[in-house]
């Protein structure tokens, strides 16, 4: 398996642009989750999906972010407008239910806000 | 309030020496505590999973402890390599209902490990 796959790895935008993150999860896992990590505060799950269904999205910081799931092997995160303070690194990790050693994490989209 | 406070923030030290990292938490309910070692420019890879029962867990040279009672864990890297420079973050699992995503992230550990 080729691991958890995000695209694009780097994002420079400009702000009131919409940003979409992409995150392919690994076959056969039911979790999927988004991270978002700044230097300032480190790592935050935004929000996470069991099943392709949204369960916790009270990290997710204001409205201007959305998260979807269509299917098993999909998921985006969409930013809309975009702004500076948006900027950082968004992770998507997927997991098999209940089992934290088999959670991995995506390489990471960088994204810059301007 | 729920928080995990790592120390120190930033270490140096010369290859082949041991080296501790700190990881105290104020969680509750807790679940588990789990350590990440992440490379520069990439996500974090999990390096330990401890549950309230597990007080020590080893990866190769990693070896984590836990102390429910003070509310403490410890990464001890042995015979460091030049590899091991990475941040080292510990994460806090409060276990509410069985949701997965109650999770509590300390700010890491910088380890720069130099020849």
């Known amino acids: 398996d080729a691991g958890v796959i995000q695209s694009p790895r780097h994002e420079v935008t400009e702000m009131g642009q919409e940003v979409t993150l992409r995150c392919k999860p690994i076959s056969g896992h039911d979790y999927l989750f988004w991270y978002r990590q700044t230097m300032m505060r480190g790592l935050e799950l935004l929000i996470y999906?069991?099943?392709?269904?949204?369960?916790?999205d009270s990290g997710m910081p204001e409205d201007r972010f959305s998260a979807k799931m269509p299917n098993a092997s999909f998921s985006t995160l969409k930013i809309q407008p975009s702004e500076p303070r948006d900027s950082a690194v968004y992770f998507c990790?997927?997991?098999?239910?209940?089992?934290?050693?088999?959670?991995?994490f995506g390489p990471g989209t960088r994204l810059t806000v301007l | 309030k729920n928080q995990v406070e790592q120390s120190p923030q930033s270490l140096i030290i010369l290859e082949g020496k041991n080296c501790t990292l700190q990881c105290n938490y104020t969680v509750s309910p807790f679940s588990n505590l789990r350590w990440y070692k992440q490379d520069t420019g990439r996500g974090p890879v999990s390096l330990t999973i401890?549950?309230?029962?597990?007080n020590t867990k080893s990866n190769g040279r990693y070896t984590a402890t836990l102390d429910a009672d003070t509310k403490q864990s410890s990464l001890h890297i042995t015979a460091s390599q030049l590899s091991d420079s990475a941040s080292y973050i510990c994460v806090v699992s409060a276990n509410y209902g069985g949701s997965q995503g109650n999770l509590i992230f300390g700010k890491g550990t910088k380890l720069s490990v130099k020849p």
């Open positions: 999906f069991n099943n392709n269904v949204p369960i916790d």
């Open positions: 401890m549950t309230f029962s597990e």
């Open positions: 990790a997927s997991m098999v239910a209940f089992r934290w050693d088999t959670q991995y």
